[in-house]
């Protein structure tokens, strides 16, 4: 029995003394872990500090790129009163056809104006111009008759200068004559004086008669001339009544306004009776579908927005749904004040339920080759980012320069690493510039 007792005993103690051992040797593991895998205890103990790494890598990186919007028609349309409607009373109007909000489609009346007063003014055009073509028609009909005429003339004309010719020469022989026989005393003074008298009158027939003949001849070169510029002035005169006339006729045709296209009233600015002068506004149509959202992205990311790029759309109206788009405009210039770019995203709205003035925020998932990393290896100080690379068992402080990060979480690097770096994503706000670090996990978390 005692035999027994002493083998219990002893099994007992040899037990609780393996235990024992286990536990001091577990605390001594658990001891040398620490010193491996707490930085503090490591740089005490003169042991590189543990950390963990990834490489840097080059892939086909997706990075979206988002800035707030505002919904706004994809067109606008305003109404107003044209030049081409002056009356000589301002138009009236004489009835509204539409309110605000109404939904109209393309070529629907929306107002009407009085059109008395333009159906007096298109009559008073109708009077002029018909006045301008009698005048045409008797300004062409000169210059066929003209020249008929002016040939006419220069013939008689002519053919009397040779009959005052021949008459000046006969009545200067008839005068010599009777002058002879009157100075030889066989002539009476009364017949001498009446052959002076002839002479002078042919003399005198004579003078007309070369002066006819100059003016005919004269008018056969200026005389077309003139009818020609005649009928040019009445030609002018008849177009410049046709185009009056037209634009008479054509303000009394838009004497009913209508939308040139389908859209909702945003802006109805008179009323019936009112009367509206040239260049006031009457009313604004906006077409909504699609509709446009107005976009500013920041000008640091401006080289990333194209037209045609797909984009996801939030609208605080609807939170709970992502609406589809597509860039259809990239502005050319900058906004000065706020150093944007203005983009426009286009979404289908064949409902209407989208509203124009709707705040939201637009997406583009961007997709380009890039170096990148974890984006816990980007870390901040002084306000510039930088990582720390492990080269030859160091880890050395570097400079760089980061874009977005990506949708699976990495961060893109435009500079200061290349494919292939080794870079700590754990323990880095533990370490000093050049420090020794173990990235070897597998050994300080005693997993080997």
Known sequence: MASARSIIRF???????????????????????????????ARRNNNPLPIRTALVSQQLAKVPVGAPGLTAANRSVLLKVGSNQLTQHDPLVKEVHVQNGDYVEAGEIVISLDPEPFENNAAEKQAVFAATQASLTHAQAVVEQGALTRQVELTAAASEL????????????????????FDDGNAAFTEFLEAASAKAEAQYRYTLALGR?????????????????????????VKR?????????????RCSLSSPMAGF??????????????????????????????????????????????ADVVLDSFPKETFKGKVVRVEAAIEVEGRVLPVVVEIPNADHRIKVGVSGYVRIDVSRQANVVPAVAVIGIDKRA???????????LVATSVGAVTETGFREVTDGLT??????????????????????????????
Do not use: C
């Open 11 to 41: 099994t007992v103690y040899t037990g609780l003394g393996m235990a024992m051992a286990a536990i001091i040797f577990a605390r001594f593991e658990a001891h040398k872990a620490k010193a491996l895998a707490i930085p503090a205890r």
């Open 162 to 181: 040779d009959f005052r010719k021949t008459d000046v020469e006969f009545r200067l022989g008839d005068f010599d004559r009777l002058k002879k026989l």
């Open 213 to 237: 003949d100059q003016a005919a001849k004269s008018e056969m070169v200026l005389g077309p001339l003139k009818d020609f510029s005649d009928m040019e002035l009445a030609e002018a005169a």
């Open 241 to 253: 009544a046709a185009s009056e006339l037209a634009l008479a006729e054509q303000a009394l045709g």
């Open 265 to 310: 009233v945003d802006s109805l600015i008179v009323s019936a009776g009112q009367s509206v002068n040239v260049g006031q506004n009457l009313i604004e149509v906006l077409a909504v579908d699609p509709i446009h959202v107005i976009v500013d992205f920041p000008q640091e990311r401006i080289g990333d927005v194209t037209a045609g790029q797909l």
């Open 386 to 396: 930088m990582a720390f690379v492990v080269r030859d068992g160091h880890a050395k």
């Open 419 to 448: 494919a292939g770096d080794e870079v700590v994503v754990y323990g880095q706000q533990y370490l000093n510039d050049g420090e020794a670090v173990n990235a070897n996990w597998r050994q300080w978390t005693r997993r080997e």
